[in-house]
Structure formats: C-alpha cells, structure tokens
C-alpha cells in the first residue's frame, strides 16, 4: 500500500494567516492526489482533485500544487471557518490511503 | 443535489455480521461515472477506505482489512449495502458510505478517483 504521512500533524494560526500543508507519498503517484476538509462531527468535504483542481463550490483561498511524492495545500487567507482537519489522500492505485491528518486550530 | 444517507444498527455483539446501507438520492446509482465507495473512521483517528462497488456489481475490497468485507449494490432500490462479518472492538468506527468519482484525464488517460459526495455517517459500537 502506498503511505501517505502529513506535516506537520497540528498547525496553529491566526484568521487571516497563510497556512501550507504538506503531504508525501511513499511512491511517485504523479498527481494523483486529493485534499479533504474535516469538521468535528461531519463528514469530510473534497476541496482539490488531481493535485490541483479546485472542487466546485470551493473558496479559490485553498490551492493545491505537487507531483511525485511531494505536495502542498494552501490556504491563502484563513477564514473563522476554515479551522478542521485536513487530510490528503492518493488515488494513483487502490487501495485509495490517507494522511493521517493535520489538525489546524486558532491560535 | 446528490444526496447520501447510511443506515443501520449502531451497536452489533462481537463475531457477528455489521451490516450498513447507503441510500442515493438526487441522482443514479447506474450511471457509470461513478463508483460507490464505504470509508470508515476510528474514533479519535484518520480515515480507512473499506472498498468500493460499480453499478454492474463488480467489487474491490482493501486488502488491508482485517475483517470479510462484502459490498453489494441494488440499482432497482438505488442503494449500496456494507456487510463485514465476525466483527471485534476493533470494528467500532463511523461508516461513512461515499460517491466515487471517476474523472479521465485528458491526454493521458489516466483516471482520478475521488470522493465527493459523502453521508453524514453512521456510528457503529462493537460490543457486547
């Protein structure tokens, strides 16, 4: 299976601040990738496909780039609502894994 | 506006058979874009794909899974089921049921998978 580890694992910042998430695969899964917003008690909500693509509906605030193994999501202005957990997740062969999580909170 | 909705025991006994289903609504469970995907989550934890289901009926399972897993789909109901048997307290998680999306890329062919549609979830306690 491919592993799929994020840093850091919490995050703490101010609304307004410039956030980077970083999420490595164990393989190359070229831009296989996916970003997911988790709040407590809700489901996740896709935020970005293949790397980079922004899912309908989705604030263009949140950006995602990488190839390989290596990849980011940004966050370019937090919003009050935008502290959750974020996870990433490779689709480049199944079974599909995750991130273990990155706990982002006010500070 | 698709909609999905799990459903079923929140507590089963130890070795027994925890079963789920996913109703679809706002949308086709037959149409081909689609697989349709359980997800699950421990509590505190990150988030484990269980397996998904096509609508013709064909079926992938996590290798990874300790447990049976089946994962079935009834087009005529517009419903996918989760079936995990001889369950233990390692079980206990929130299933979430989850639409796949399979996006072919343009040039290479390739294919994304991603979830983009999910149920609220459903909390099932392995225990007895």
């Known amino acids: 299976d491919i592993q799929m580890t994020q840093s850091p694992s919490s995050l703490s910042a101010s609304v307004g601040d410039r956030v980077t998430i970083t999420c490595r695969a164990s393989?190359?899964?070229?831009?296989?990738l996916n970003w997911y917003q988790q709040k407590p008690g809700k489901a996740p909500k896709l935020l970005i496909y293949?790397?980079?693509s922004l899912q309908s509906g989705v604030p263009s605030r949140f950006s995602g780039s990488g190839s390989g193994t290596d990849f980011t999501l940004t966050v370019s202005s937090l919003q009050p609502e935008d502290f959750a957990t974020y996870y990433c997740?490779?689709?480049?062969?199944?079974?599909?894994?995750f991130g273990q999580g990155t706990r982002l909170e006010i500070k | 506006q698709v909609h999905l909705q799990e459903s079923g025991p929140g507590l089963v006994k130890p070795s027994q058979t925890l079963s789920l289903t996913c109703s679809v609504s706002?949308?086709?469970?037959?149409?081909?874009?689609?697989?349709w995907s359980w997800i699950r989550q421990h509590p505190g934890e990150g988030l484990e794909w269980i397996g998904y289901?096509?609508?013709?009926?064909?079926?992938f399972y996590n290798p990874s899974l300790q447990t049976p897993v089946t994962i079935s789909i009834d087009t005529s109901r517009n419903q996918f089921s989760l079936s995990l048997s001889s369950v233990t307290a390692a079980d206990t998680a929130v299933y979430y049921c989850?639409?796949?999306?399979?996006?072919?890329?343009?040039?290479?062919?390739?294919?994304?998978?991603?979830?983009?549609?999910w149920g609220q979830g459903a909390l099932v306690t392995v225990s007895s």
């Open positions: 989850a639409r796949t999306f399979q996006l072919q890329r343009r040039g290479t062919g390739g294919w994304d998978y991603f979830f983009d549609y």
């Open positions: 706002g949308g086709s469970i037959s149409s081909g874009d689609y697989y």
């Open positions: 289901v096509y609508y013709r009926g064909s079926a």
């Open positions: 393989q190359s899964i070229s831009s296989y």
């Open positions: 293949a790397a980079s």
């Open positions: 997740q490779q689709s480049y062969n199944t079974p599909f894994t």
